[in-house]
């Protein structure tokens, strides 16, 4: 069996949170999102191909196949009345697949159809017992239409009570695009966290219902440096991508009253990207 190849950084993207736990990047604009492929392998092959030769593989290449069909439903329309057939495909290999790999890679795939008939699978890889597969699973569930049958007691108990950093991340994320009742005492309760990561993506949470109690944790964000090389620490990058995360929620939020906080990070934020964005928040939140 070949060696697996690299996912490439156009699958599985580095994240804000990523220097900790985070393999996937993951922001807060009303909803999560998944960052996919923007082009398919040059394979030639369809979805309809894909799928009949995920079904044909034997156990140590199927994942191949899963991992070549996620990519193709992440970067290519398909026709409405294709999807029932591939979503009942991919049930079946999810289900009949003892190889992490392919579930995993089934889960992204269905998650990049947002469609309803793929919660069967979605909800029940809440509890798969590959870490990876359920970060992918909450991802994937965050990123589903509002209104969506999300089994919301498996999700919210991942928030409680697992101890991954990046799930406790995802699974915030998520029950804050969905708009669920009790988001708010949740992302407080981890605003305290230990884990940075999950503090900052509980603020950013906040940001949203311009919880005073975020500011601190938000200033501690836009005040990151960009120059940090020690291990477990964020990326130049990283800072950059948290930064602007930020700013876009202080700006989709109208939240006035930070409008000095955002302008001392235009004057002074060494970053040309962070900066501009900086000013094009403060230019809405002084409109």
Known sequence: MSERPEPSKKILESSPFS????????????????FGVTKMLS?????????????????????VAAYELSKFLAGQKIPKEDIPWVIENLSRVYTDSVDARTRNFVVLALGSLKNPLSLGVLNTALEDQDPQVKFNAVVSLGNMPLGSDVKWNKL???LDQDLDPGLKQVALLAIASHNR???EEKALIHLASSDRTVRYAAAIVLSKTRNPLAVPVLEEILNL??????????????????KVNV??????????????????VEQ???NIRVSTKAKQTLKELKN
């Open 247 to 264: 700013l876009e929620n202080l700006e989709r939020s109208k939240w006035y009253a930070l409008s000095n906080l955002v302008q001392t």
């Open 225 to 242: 440096r960009y120059d940090t090389s020690q291990a477990g620490q964020l990326n130049g990058a990283q800072v950059e991508g948290l």
């Open 156 to 158: 919210e108990a991942i």
């Open 43 to 63: 394979t030639g092959k369809n979805h309809r191909d894909l799928v009949e030769e995920m079904n044909s593989k034997t156990f140590g290449n199927r994942w």
């Open 268 to 270: 002074n934020d060494t």
């Open 19 to 34: 220097g900790i736990a985070v393999p996937i990047a993951i922001v807060l604009i009303g909803a999560v999102i998944i």
């Open 181 to 183: 009742p009790n988001t």
